[in-house]
């Protein structure tokens, strides 16, 4: 009895404990219906370097975060003329178990022919481990 009584708390622990799963961090609707979301993978969440803002400055500076998510739009969105940085935010990766982790979650704007296109989904998530997490489109 009481060795399953032991194995209960043991797996019911490691549930509590467990990491919220594929995160989205941003999600928006597109004109044609489908769904844009950056969603970070359990293992990446967990892998990504803790953080509390009483620490001192992050553990990526908001410039290499920057140049990392320029760097990634700028290969992606290859068919316009320009990519530039139109916002950047801090966050918390809004998990309740992992209040330590955080990101950045850069929005582009792009141009073609020298006009400005307005239109959502465009940004992509920096990890303080640096690594850029783009999004992916959903039906």
């Given at each position: 009895m009481r060795i399953s009584l032991i194995l209960l708390w043991l797996c019911s622990a490691s549930v509590a404990f467990a990491g919220c799963g594929e995160l989205p961090l941003a999600s928006t609707h597109r004109d044609d219906g489908s769904i844009?979301?950056?969603?970070?993978p359990e293992a990446q969440q967990l892998a990504s370097p803790r953080w509390s803002p009483e620490d001192g400055e992050p553990p990526l500076a908001l410039s290499q975060a920057i140049t990392l998510?320029?760097?990634?739009?700028?290969?992606?969105?290859?068919r316009f003329d320009e990519v530039d940085i139109d916002s950047v935010s801090l966050s918390r990766i809004g998990c309740s178990d992992?209040?330590?982790?955080?990101?950045?979650?850069?929005?582009?704007?792009?141009?073609?022919?020298?006009?400005?296109?307005?239109?959502?989904?465009?940004?992509?998530?920096?990890?303080?481990?640096?690594?850029?997490?783009?999004?992916?489109?959903?039906?």
């Open positions: 844009i979301s950056v969603i970070v998510g320029l760097t990634w739009a700028r290969g992606h969105y290859t992992l209040r330590d982790r955080w990101y950045y979650l850069v929005h582009f704007s792009l141009k073609i022919e020298g006009q400005r296109l307005f239109g959502s989904g465009n940004f992509a998530a920096v990890l303080m481990d640096g690594t850029v997490v783009p999004p992916t489109v959903r039906e």
